[in-house]
């Protein structure tokens, strides 16, 4: 996977193709900085959706999204380690001793 291209040189290619005139393309403006023509438009429709230009998701609040997601996964996991504390041991493990659920009756023959 190619290294993800600096924000401030995304956000410089994004001004120049928005400004470029009439008769150049996307495509010339990519490829004279060395970009994909789809990674630019890419770069482009989230440059518009972080100004609100477009309906969607912006950067920030799909970084807030992440850590809040991040977020809950860990007090889940805390809440099921909780629950399980207050549960307490399994009946059939006491003292760190595993101890079988059934005792079988020895037999006896008389």
């Known amino acids: 996977m190619p290294?993800?291209?600096p924000e401030e040189f995304r956000q410089d290619v994004?001004?120049?193709?928005g400004n470029c005139g009439p008769g150049v393309?996307?495509?010339q403006v990519?490829?004279?900085?060395g970009v994909h023509p789809m990674t630019l438009w890419k770069?482009?429709?989230?440059?518009?959706i972080d100004d609100g230009a477009k309906p969607g998701?912006?950067?920030?609040?799909?970084?807030e999204l992440r850590e809040a997601r991040r977020r809950i996964k860990?007090?889940?996991?805390?809440?099921?380690?909780?629950?399980?504390?207050?549960?307490?041991?399994?009946?059939d493990l006491v003292d760190g001793v595993l101890r079988p659920a059934h005792r079988v009756k020895p037999h006896h023959p008389e």
């Open 3 to 5: 290294k993800p291209c």
């Open 14 to 17: 994004v001004r120049v193709a």
């Open 25 to 27: 393309t996307v495509e």
């Open 30 to 33: 990519a490829t004279d900085f």
């Open 43 to 48: 770069w482009m429709r989230r440059a518009d």
């Open 57 to 63: 998701v912006s950067s920030q609040e799909n970084a």
């Open 74 to 91: 860990l007090l889940e996991q805390e809440n099921e380690v909780l629950r399980q504390i207050r549960r307490g041991p399994p009946q």
